[in-house]
């Protein structure tokens, strides 16, 4: 049967496994296709697409972007958009800078409340040992990483509960870009523009008002999320004519109640999207 995830994030953003572990773990699981939706960067293609051709499996171009609407935090997923594409590469280099100078907002509250925390810690826990930092992001996970490996918090999920969450008292603004200019980039590269997990956006009149806008589709199959709750962005879909799409969120090892393919779509929305992808690069048809 076919099955492609279209959500999962690698070594590029939060995730623990690099681009090439992730297409061999989809081979592996059976997956007929992938994204890769690493949060505002699209650095995992530059190894991957090759791997992928040589193994003779369908890449298609992804993106999760951290964004704004009415002052809450959501994101939103790019597909089949040209990744060389000035708009995508000048948002995702915003990114990149506006993370880096987040994170050194954080340090600083952390270290204010007696939880001392050097930058290169950060950058170790995001980057690794060969510190490869070629167009990879920082995010709260790795923070909330180095908090656990110091004894400030036993988990992950303590230090996001009580300081790095949304609205916990060292979250720093998670974007400073709006949907609106995040949707229109997609769009201006050539993909289609899709809301992320909409049940993970709190407030409803945040989610009432992103169907006023330019979307091509809803994320309605998402991780191991109980049928009852895709019921809403199934409707949503339905009324807006939206793209049904689905992934995983797989993360790795730092989420692994969360498998690869634990989420996908057939192949009829797969095409839909890998068909824009090889319109921007034909060169991996095969
Ligand atoms: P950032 O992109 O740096 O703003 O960090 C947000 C990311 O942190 C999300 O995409 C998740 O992967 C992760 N995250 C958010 N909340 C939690 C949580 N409570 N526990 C673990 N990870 C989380
Ligand atoms: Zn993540
Ligand atoms: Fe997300
Ligand atoms: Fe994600």
Not at 25 to 48: C, F
Not at 148 to 154: A, E, M
Not at 248 to 261: A, E, T, Y
Request: hydrophobic residues 35%.
């Amino acid at each position: 049967m076919f099955r492609a995830d279209l959500h999962c994030h690698s070594t590029c953003s939060d995730g623990t496994m690099t681009p090439i572990e992730l297409i061999d773990l989809a081979l592996s699981q059976g997956l007929s296709g992938l994204a890769i939706t690493d949060h505002d960067t699209v650095s995992a293609y530059e190894e991957a697409l090759e791997y992928a051709q040589e193994k003779n499996f369908q890449l298609l171009s992804g993106v999760e972007f951290s964004a704004f609407h009415l002052g809450e935090s959501v994101h939103l997923l790019g597909y089949g958009f040209r990744l060389d594409h000035e708009a995508i590469q000048s948002l995702c280099q915003r990114h990149v800078k506006r993370r880096i100078e987040r994170a050194t907002k954080i340090l600083e509250k952390l270290a204010d409340r007696g939880m001392p925390i050097v930058h290169e810690e950060i950058i170790f826990s995001a980057f690794g040992v060969n510190q490869k930092t070629k167009g990879a992001i920082v995010g709260r996970p790795h923070i909330a990483q180095v908090m656990v490996q110091k004894g400030y918090v036993s988990s992950i999920t303590e230090a996001f509960h009580k300081y790095l969450g949304d609205g916990r008292p060292c979250c720093v603004e998670t974007s400073t870009v709006s949907a609106r200019e995040t949707v229109d980039c997609i769009h201006e590269a050539g993909g289609y523009a899709v809301i992320a997990h909409p049940h993970l956006i709190p407030h409803s009149f945040v989610i009432r008002d992103l169907q006023n806008m330019d979307f091509d589709g809803i994320e309605v199959y998402y991780g191991n999320l109980p049928k009852h709750r895709e019921e809403r962005g199934l409707r949503m879909a339905n009324k807006k004519e939206w793209m049904i799409t689905g992934g995983s969120d797989f993360h790795g090892s730092v989420k692994p109640h969360i498998r690869l393919g634990a989420s996908w779509v057939g192949e009829e929305t797969f095409s839909k999207l890998y068909e824009r992808f090889l319109k921007h690069h034909p060169q991996f048809a095969f």
